[in-house]
Antibody, heavy 120, light 107 residues
């Protein structure tokens, strides 16, 4: 059974750094794109970016390029999303998700979500 | 990037009735289109992929159709658990993109 287990909720102040995680199990971690989807309070889903752990190829949405860094540690089957300087507007639920293998790269599995609150 | 536009924003339907949701892509995505259902307070769940293939465990009342730029999700007889927000997503090109969502509410 595929599982994506995310790290717990975070409360941070503006300007602080943060790294949240998503641990995959039940599948070959290096063979599937894995990444992050943002959902701001009361809003829709926004695709942020994904990484292919097999070769670290990373694709970002233009809206998030330069704002966050997505990485992966294959030794522990974990993907990360990090910020160097949080803003209040980063307050959101962040979901990790895994793409299925081609020919259909839909998001077949999702993590439970990590709530990030940024407030002074 | 490919812009996905869903309509309507909100759909009011009585239990047992049919719901038809639309999704339009700004350029052709072939059949690389998925639908997700998100219940309140939960993570999204895959409903349909490849425009018309039901995901594992999804009941037959859900059907998807369309190709290239026009897609439809039909729920033939709404059950209580179907009142939720539905998102379409294209995975034909990078960056992947979602529609803004359609909320299906009880009439």
């Amino acid at each position: 059974e595929v599982q994506l287990v995310q790290s717990g909720a975070e409360v941070k102040k503006p300007g602080e750094s943060l790294k949240i995680s998503c641990k995959g199990s039940g599948y070959s971690f290096t063979r599937h794109w894995i990444g992050w989807v943002r959902q701001m309070p009361g809003k829709g889903l926004e695709w942020m970016g994904f990484i292919y752990p097999g070769d670290s190829d990373t694709r970002y949405s233009p809206s998030f390029q330069g704002q966050v860094i997505i990485s992966a540690d294959n030794s522990i089957n974990t993907a990360y999303l990090q910020w160097s300087s949080l803003k209040a507007s980063d307050t959101a639920m962040y979901y990790c998700a895994r793409e299925e293998l081609l020919p259909s790269a839909h998001l077949g599995d999702w993590g439970q979500g990590t709530l990030v609150t940024v407030s002074s | 990037e490919i812009v996905m536009t869903q309509s309507p924003a909100t759909l009011s339907v009585s239990p047992g009735e049919r719901a038809t949701l639309s999704c339009r892509a700004s350029q052709s995505v072939g059949s690389d289109l998925a639908w997700y259902r998100q219940k309140y307070g939960q993570a999204p769940r895959l409903i349909i992929y490849s425009a018309s293939t039901r995901a594992a465990g999804i009941p037959a009342r859900f059907s998807g159709s369309g190709s290239r730029t026009e897609f439809t999700l039909t729920i033939s007889s709404l059950q209580s658990e179907d009142f939720a927000v539905y998102y379409c997503q294209q995975y034909n090109d990078w960056p992947r993109t979602f529609g803004q969502g359609t909320k299906v509410e009880i009439k």
